[in-house]
């Protein structure tokens, strides 16, 4: 009788580690990818002293590309960053 009183609480005992462990094996791994997910993503972009964090293929300038005038259309011209000069002119200049 001894013998199976103390399968039956060995047993419940079982029973509660498992019902503690399961979750927080769970809420750790959950945390631990997180956090690997976090560092993952720090190593694969630049430092934010690097001149890739502001420049990069888009953002040279115009290029030097002539378009032929076929009538009154004119094409639009290509995309290109606003050069910081012109930005300070436009913000800083007091002789309006």
């Known amino acids: 009788m001894k013998g199976m009183c103390l399968t039956n609480e060995?047993?419940?005992f079982d029973k509660r580690y498992w019902a503690l462990a399961v979750p927080t094996y769970v809420m750790v791994t959950i945390v631990l990818m997180l956090a690997f997910y976090i560092g993952?993503?720090?190593m694969s972009?630049?430092?934010p002293a690097s001149i890739n964090t502001v420049y990069d293929e888009f953002s040279r300038g115009p290029l030097g590309v002539?378009?032929?005038?076929?009538?009154?259309?004119?094409p639009?011209?290509?995309i290109?960053?606003?050069?910081?000069d012109r930005i300070n002119d436009v913000m800083f200049n007091n002789s309006a």
């Open 10 to 12: 060995s047993d419940h």
């Open 40 to 42: 993952l993503n720090f």
């Open 45 to 47: 972009t630049p430092s």
């Open 66 to 74: 002539e378009f032929s005038d076929d009538g009154d259309e004119t």
């Open 76 to 78: 639009i011209d290509p």
């Open 80 to 84: 290109s960053d606003i050069g910081i």
